[in-house]
């Protein structure tokens, strides 16, 4: 009883030290921010471009609103999708924080196990990251729900909570290894620069996956965070455009919505195979699986040296 109270004390602590830190938490939104904004100036002509491109002889059957929705819904998931990388990661400084701060002495003075301590910031780190996505993800889709019908269901919000909590888990496993090896929190900023200047190109939020080389693509849905996207998106927009093609009434025998599922990436594409949404997941399941027994093999030993 009492290492579960010593677990959920620290867990609280690093989940306070986060909260408080207000820059933290705005660091961890610009990516999404930063998307949001390139997609008022010009991103959506850009997807409304390849929509509208797709739909050439269409436009009769198809709805404007439709097509502008299903857009917002893109948008919507490269936000979900940057903010699944960027707030774990910034939750995550905590480590690297204390142990600049030489606060890993004090806990390493105490007989809490260093298993509990790095499950402490890892549980900590997925506390936040999730309920501040959820944050992102109910705004977002009250504002797509005031601009028009997404065709939702309940079964598409719930599967949209499960895909959220395991795209934090999955980057909050990832990162809590990365985070072990940093030691200055300026190295650990400038990390963070990489990440958010690619992490848009690797979810396909900027553009499409489908517009880069195969081998480029490959390499993007072998990382679990494109996968999420590609389940987010599925749960998101699927609704739209499963209405977008009742409209058709099958007059183009499919081509249209075929066509969407392959511009879009409705499914994780790696060489010549394409996989099921359920392989996805447990694709990402078990990488996450991976990173965490590496985490607990790997941080003590780390954790130990001065």
Known sequence: MSKIRGLLGLTKRNILVYMNNKGSIFFSMLTPLIILILYLLFLKSTFLSSLEHAATGLEKLILAKDMDQFVNGILLTGILSTALI???YNALETIVRDREDRVYF?????PVKRAEIILSYFLAAVVSAFFQTLVVLFCGIGVLLLNGSMYFEISDIIGLVGVIFLGTLSST????LIMMFFKKMGTCSAFMGIISA???????????LSEFSKTIQ??????PATGITVLIRNFLTGGVLNHMDESIGGVDGGAFLNAMRANFSFNTQVGSSTWSLNQTCIYIIIVTVAFIIATRII????????
């Open 86 to 88: 960027t707030i774990p």
């Open 106 to 110: 004090d806990m390493i003075s105490t």
């Open 173 to 176: 496993a990832i990162f809590t």
């Open 198 to 208: 690619v992490s848009g190109f690797i979810v396909g939020a900027y553009l499409p």
């Open 218 to 223: 490959n390499v993007c849905n072998l990382i």
């Open 299 to 306: 941080y003590p030993r780390v954790y130990n040296k001065r």
